[in-house]
């Protein structure tokens, strides 16, 4: 297997990449991005629109899509953080009612903003379901969704086999929260098409441009780059599971990574032996979840059931045999069908995890720098609406984004190196232990 990620990563081999512009020389901006994932390309639109005067910059330090935003499953959903019981145990059932409000607005204003700009991603509008495989897992989509219906939340509902049945096909399946509003879309192809979106607005993007220094001051940040410098008023950290490298954010998040299989074009009776009609997105309700959707030419995904874990700065553990093979092995068992199937792509992405499991924006260098990190892997919804949350906080407007609850909330800090793999290992440890319980196959 290469190393090379745009070989092996499966949406990356769909798009085409022009050479990449650098910076090069001193360049003075209004505002400078870092980042070039869905959070910074939103930023920088958002912020477009809002100051069409405003000299605005993007720099990547590999390609636009190059992280997760090119590399997750590409579901466009309303999860906040891991689950709806864990946010309103840790904020408070308000504040989990306000959390899905936030991202049931971040999923349209992603489906609206493809259809408007005509942003060229696969996407489909097909619903999402949450399925139960194990009594246990049962009991637990049952009280999340009565969970949903006390909080006065709509548009959820469990579907009993016989009904869930009728839409996708799986000896494992005991019903499923179903919930309409969830895109399925290529990620890549949507970050690319942002880049092309962006630049015929008068954005500067600068791709293979790795920030080294970031010093805040008055009246201009200096960003500090191989071939330059950027001055910039305002900043803003798009850098999610990365941003444990920025020095400022060192303990804000964690990098997890999650792995992904994907099969051949299936044919047609393979495709009958599914029975999947409406081709929604699926999770399942392990900690570790399973994730799985039908691609544009229709190609099976499924991603998740394990992380890796990298110690300190490394970022390199995109691949893991083991979870590969173990993923195939679901694949064929939640589909028997799909005995015979061959895959064709194993791939895997760094997502930013907060030790509170729920998102974080804020505001550091008395405002002058915003972050944004806990994605969580659920994050293509909520990274298109944090761009029009961060440029209302950049440009210094209350509103009802803004007065979010995570919007400045203190995280729980991440302790230092070994601590951390120490105290990230045992997390990890616990759901592996909680999946084999709930679910023994």
Same mark, same amino acid.
């Given at each position: 297997?290469?190393?090379?990620?745009?070989?092996?990563?499966?949406?990356?081999?769909?798009?085409?990449?022009?050479?990449?512009?650098? $910076?090069? &020389?001193? #360049?003075?901006? *209004?505002?400078?991005?870092?980042?070039? %994932? !869905?959070?910074?390309?939103? @930023?920088?639109?958002?912020?477009?629109?809002?100051?069409?005067?405003?000299?605005?910059?993007?720099?990547?330090?590999?390609?636009?899509?190059?992280?997760?935003?090119?590399?997750?499953?590409?579901?466009?959903?309303?999860?906040?953080?891991?689950?709806?019981?864990?946010?309103?145990?840790?904020?408070?059932?308000?504040?989990?009612?306000?959390?899905?409000?936030?991202?049931?607005?971040?999923?349209?204003?992603?489906?609206? $903003?493809? &259809?408007? #700009?005509?942003? *060229?991603?696969?996407?489909?509008?097909? %619903? !999402?379901?949450?399925?139960? @495989?194990?009594?246990?897992?049962?009991?637990?989509?049952?009280?999340?969704?009565?969970?949903?219906?006390?909080?006065?939340?709509?548009?959820?509902?469990?579907?009993?086999?016989?009904?869930?049945?009728?839409?996708?096909?799986?000896?494992?399946?005991?019903?499923?929260?179903?919930?309409?509003?969830?895109?399925?879309?290529?990620?890549?192809?949507?970050?690319?098409?942002?880049?092309?979106?962006?630049?015929?607005?008068?954005?500067?993007?600068?791709?293979?441009?790795?920030?080294?220094?970031?010093?805040? %001051?008055?009246?201009?940040?200096?960003?500090?780059?191989?071939?330059?410098?950027?001055?910039?008023?305002?900043?803003?950290?798009?850098?999610?599971?990365?941003?444990?490298?920025?020095?400022?954010?060192?303990?804000?998040?964690?990098?997890?990574?999650?792995?992904?299989?994907?099969?051949?074009?299936?044919?047609?009776?393979?495709?009958?032996?599914?029975?999947?009609?409406?081709?929604?997105?699926?999770?399942?309700?392990?900690?570790?979840?399973?994730?799985?959707?039908?691609?544009?030419?229709?190609?099976?995904?499924?991603?998740?059931?394990?992380?890796?874990?990298?110690?300190?700065?490394?970022?390199?553990?995109?691949?893991?045999?083991?979870?590969?093979?173990?993923?195939?092995?679901?694949?064929?068992?939640?589909?028997?069908?799909?005995?015979?199937?061959?895959?064709?792509?194993?791939?895997?992405?760094?997502?930013?995890?907060?030790?509170?499991?729920?998102?974080?924006?804020?505001?550091?260098?008395?405002?002058?720098?915003?972050?944004?990190?806990?994605?969580?892997?659920?994050?293509?919804?909520?990274?298109?609406?944090?761009?029009?949350?961060?440029?209302?906080?950049?440009?210094?407007?209350?509103?009802?984004?803004?007065?979010?609850?995570?919007?400045?909330?203190?995280?729980?800090?991440?302790?230092?190196?070994?601590?951390?793999?120490?105290?990230?290992?045992?997390?990890?440890?616990?759901?592996?232990?909680?999946?084999?319980?709930?679910?023994?196959?």
């Amino acid at each position: 297997m290469t190393n090379t990620v745009t070989d092996y990563v499966y949406w990356l081999t769909t798009i085409d990449r022009e050479p990449a512009r650098s $910076l090069r &020389g001193d #360049l003075e901006v *209004d505002f400078a991005i870092v980042g070039g %994932g !869905f959070t910074g390309l939103s @930023t920088a639109y958002h912020l477009k629109q809002a100051e069409p005067s405003a000299r605005i910059a993007i720099v990547e330090s590999e390609f636009i899509g190059f992280g997760a935003s090119g590399r997750n499953g590409g579901f466009s959903m309303t999860l906040f953080g891991l689950t709806l019981p864990i946010t309103a145990l840790r904020f408070g059932k308000d504040n989990a009612r306000a959390a899905h409000h936030y991202m049931e607005r971040a999923v349209d204003t992603t489906k609206a $903003l493809i &259809g408007e #700009l005509s942003l *060229d991603c696969d996407y489909e509008h097909n %619903g !999402f379901l949450r399925v139960a @495989t194990s009594a246990r897992y049962e009991k637990r989509i049952r009280h999340d969704v009565k969970l949903a219906e006390k909080l006065g939340l709509t548009g959820i509902e469990w579907i009993e086999p016989e009904q869930l049945a009728e839409q996708v096909q799986s000896p494992l399946y005991r019903g499923a929260w179903s919930e309409p509003r969830c895109g399925i879309l290529n990620p890549a192809k949507l970050a690319r098409a942002w880049k092309a979106e962006l630049e015929s607005r008068g954005i500067d993007i600068f791709e293979a441009t790795p920030v080294t220094e970031i010093t805040p %001051g008055q009246p201009h940040a200096v960003l500090t780059t191989p071939g330059g410098r950027l001055k910039a008023r305002k900043v803003v950290l798009a850098t999610n599971a990365y941003s444990h490298l920025i020095p400022q954010l060192r303990r804000k998040q964690v990098p997890a990574w999650t792995h992904i299989v994907l099969t051949e074009p299936l044919s047609d009776q393979q495709m009958d032996s599914m029975g999947w009609r409406n081709r929604q997105g699926i999770e399942d309700a392990r900690g570790l979840v399973h994730y799985y959707r039908l691609t544009a030419d229709n190609r099976l995904l499924m991603g998740g059931r394990d992380v890796s874990l990298a110690y300190g700065n490394s970022m390199d553990k995109d691949l893991n045999a083991r979870t590969f093979a173990a993923l195939e092995s679901d694949v064929r068992r939640t589909f028997p069908g799909l005995t015979g199937v061959r895959f064709t792509h194993r791939w895997g992405g760094p997502v930013s995890v907060t030790l509170d499991m729920a998102p974080a924006i804020g505001r550091i260098a008395d405002g002058q720098m915003i972050y944004s990190v806990g994605c969580l892997g659920h994050a293509v919804s909520a990274t298109h609406l944090h761009g029009r949350t961060i440029t209302d906080l950049l440009l210094e407007r209350e509103s009802e984004l803004t007065d979010v609850f995570f919007v400045d909330r203190r995280t729980l800090p991440v302790p230092p190196e070994p601590l951390r793999m120490a105290l990230t290992g045992a997390i990890r440890g616990y759901l592996r232990l909680e999946d084999r319980v709930n679910d023994p196959r």
